[in-house]
């Protein structure tokens, strides 16, 4: 299972910190990924972390603002959101699926529940 928490109200500039956390298998098994979905797209991957070396990925458009990170300890993967803008306004979603990231859009064959994350003034 994956538990995705961690979503809000912030105002463009803010930062949110999400996290997912998993339970029935390890993070040393499985990479991670963040995806989103705004009104009216579809889900789009965000970031993964892969599951051997912790290599990470960005989409474009969230690279230097978004830092994903994992404790492996707690079992729990984090998504770091700086400088928001309204853009960034969506469902965000964790997923897994392989144990390596093909890029920043994880393999997801397994989906934790989203989490809202609004971006406004």
């Known amino acids: 299972q994956l538990q995705a928490s961690g979503g809000g109200l912030v105002q463009p500039g803010g930062s949110l910190r999400l996290s997912c956390t998993v339970s029935g298998f390890t993070l040393d098994f499985y990479a991670i990924g963040w995806f989103r979905q705004s009104p009216g797209q579809g889900r789009q991957g965000v970031s993964c972390?892969?599951?051997?070396?912790?290599?990470?990925y960005y989409e474009d458009s969230v690279k230097g603002r978004f830092t994903i990170s994992r404790d492996k300890a707690k079992n729990t993967v984090y998504l770091q959101m700086n400088s928001l803008t309204v853009e960034d306004t969506a469902v965000y979603y964790c997923?897994?699926?392989?144990?390596?990231?093909?890029?920043?859009?994880?393999?997801?064959?397994?989906w934790g529940q989203g989490t809202l994350v609004t971006v406004s003034s």
């Open positions: 972390i892969s599951a051997s070396d912790g290599r990470t």
């Open positions: 997923a897994t699926g392989d144990y390596y990231c093909p890029g920043y859009t994880a393999v997801a064959y397994y």
